[in-house]
Nanobody
């Protein structure tokens, strides 16, 4: 069974940066498009960035130019570099396949606050 383990979240001031990591077990990582999702309190989970097995990327408008998704196939890991963070980026961040997510990991909390 594939497991997804997110890490790298924390408390950061507005304008700061964080780098999230997602380690995936199993071979699914190598052939699937992977995405970073987030869920803020009281809101639905949303896909904010995704990367194909070939390295193509897509971003939601609200993070375009600030977030960068990447993947290391040898390490079965996908990353999300987040720069110029805003309070509205505060959420629990998850990685998963896209579309058709599989079982969710525990996520990693990102809090942007002064």
């Amino acid at each position: 069974q594939v497991q997804l383990v997110e890490s790298g979240g924390g408390l950061v001031q507005p304008g700061g940066s964080l780098r999230l990591s997602c380690a995936a077990s199993g071979s699914i990582f190598r052939v699937k498009t992977m995405g970073w999702y987030r869920q803020a309190p009281g809101k639905e989970r949303e896909l904010v960035a995704r990367i194909t097995s070939g390295g193509g990327t897509n971003y939601v408008d609200s993070v375009l130019g600030r977030f960068t998704i990447s993947r290391d196939t040898a390490k079965n890991t996908v990353y999300l570099q987040m720069n110029s963070l805003k309070p509205e980026d505060t959420a629990v961040y998850y990685c998963n396949t896209s579309p058709n997510p599989i079982a969710w990991g525990q996520g990693t909390q990102v809090t942007v606050s002064s």
